[in-house]
Each structure stands twice: as C-alpha cells, then as structure tokens.
C-alpha cells in the first residue's frame, strides 16, 4: 500500500507541475498534426491500393508509423519527466523525510517508478485515441496496433526505469536528464555500430543491446519472447540498480 501512495504522490506532483503539463501539450499538439499527415497520405494514395491485392491498410500505413514516431519523441521528454524523481528531493534535502519513514529503499523506487509510468500512461492512452478513432469509419489490423502499442508501452517502461536511475546518480535534475537522454540515445543508435563492423558476433551483440531493435519486432506484428525478455530485464536492473544507489546513499548520510 505504502508502493501505492508514493506513486499516487509522485503522479499528483506531476500534474502539479507547469513542465509535465507543456511536454503533454506539445506532444498531443505534434502527434495531432503528425496524425493529421498520415491520414492526409492515405487518402492520397488509397485508389492504388485499392487495386492491390494485399496491400497494407489503416494500421500500417497510419497507426504503426504514428506509434512509431512517438517513439521517439518519448525519449526525448521522459528524461525531462524523470530527472527530478529522486535529484530533487536530493537537492531539497527532503528526502531525509523519506528515509526516517517506515519505507525501504525497494518501496520508495517502485513507488516513484510507478508515479511516473502511470504518468506516461496516460500520455500514451491519449496518442492511441487518434489511431482508434480510425475503427469508426475503416478497418484496423487489432493485432497489429496491440503488438505495436505492447512494445510501445514496454520501451517507455524503460526510458522510466533508465531515467530513474540516472536520477539517484546525482542532485542536479538538469545533469540526471542529459545523463539519461545520452545514455538512452547510445540504447537507440547502437545497432548503427553493428551494421558497419564486419565481425558477426559484435554486429549480433550490438543488434541485442539496441532498444529500438526489439521495438521494431512489435511494429511488424510479432511478440517474440526474446524481446519481451529484453526490455524486462533492462526495467529490473534500472530499478535494481536505483534501489542499491538509493540504499547507499542512505547509508553515507
């Protein structure tokens, strides 16, 4: 229960704040016009694919590219959301407060973790409207849009988680972010480095450690164990790394 009323705090405190709200409108407002494009694009060439057989409809030519491009945009906010998770209340030195309460180190990490993806969940449930909206007047691939919204929700689970412990690191919420939008690039961009090497074992290790290759299987449709394995265990060590840097800071002060 304690798990529970932190992330209930940690929510309440986002939507308290002026940043969480600009980076929500923002985001609708781009992924509205994006939307807008897509369905734009569509119609133009609708007649040709009208007289192809086969030929990708709503889902994938609208719905998986906007998912995808939120994608994006996620990494680029989650660690102006995240940075302030545990630096702050370093900062303010409040988080003495939290430490002389009956919680342990595991239940304050979950607790803010859970504030701020329940955060981004809402901020997801919104992008998935316009891509829904679709079904009332076409058809949409449901098991399509459900792979691709699963991953979604997987990889920003881990900007989180990834944003969380960068944010035990240090007491400055500007450091914890551009710490944590680094390392979550270097996650996004890594399968670059495997597609120039010539050794097949680096390229194979580089392809694995790339976030975004395990999300590209969710937006053709497939859920492979090995990704769902992936992002699982990228959210644990955040957490538990989180948890042990928390717990020794504790310990030092």
Known sequence: MMILHIAMRELRSLFLSPLAWAILAVLQFIMAWLFLVQIESFLQIQPRLAAIQGAPGLTSIVAVPLLDTSAFLLLLVTPLLSMRLISEERRSQTISLLFSAPLSMTEIVLGKYLGLLA????MLSMFLLMPLSLYI????????????TLGLFLLVASFAAVGLF?????????????SSFG???LLWIIDWAGKTTQADQASNLFSYISIRGHFESFTQGAVNSVDLVYYLLLIATALVMSIRR????????
């Open 119 to 122: 955060f981004l969940g809402i």
């Open 137 to 148: 007047g076409g058809s949409l691939d449901l098991g399509l849009l459900s792979a691709a």
């Open 166 to 178: 960068m944010s035990t690191l240090t007491e400055q919420p500007l450091i914890a972010a551009i």
């Open 183 to 185: 390392l979550l690039l």
């Open 246 to 253: 928390l717990d020794a800071y504790r310990l030092q002060h």
